[in-house]
């Protein structure tokens, strides 16, 4: 991936009565979602911009596929497409976003 395929903001800053976010990536394209992270329990959510509705969440804490052990980094290169640095599983996780049907 080239700088181009993918935008890093950095850290996000949450309301102390909320869950702490993590890592975000905000995806290239017409239609730019917001892909962030959350320390427990360990999920990852897609929130639209720019009002910010969360449009989905996936993920739980653990060590199988799908799960996440502090998810450090993320890549989103296309809109249904992340690429997930887990780093306490020692693994990046890629995973394929499907549209409801």
Known sequence: MTRRDTLFL???VAHPMRPRLGR???TNGP???LYTTDAE??????LSLP???ILGKFGISGHELGQFNWAHGLACP????????D????RVQKLVVKGKR
Do not use: F, L, S
């Open 10 to 12: 950095g850290h996000a």
């Open 24 to 26: 975000i990536c905000i």
């Open 78 to 85: 296309a809109e249904d497409v992340i690429y997930v640095a």
């Open 31 to 33: 239609t730019q979602y």
């Open 51 to 53: 009002d910010g509705k």
């Open 41 to 46: 329990p360990g999920r990852i959510y897609k």
């Open 87 to 90: 780093m306490n599983n020692w």
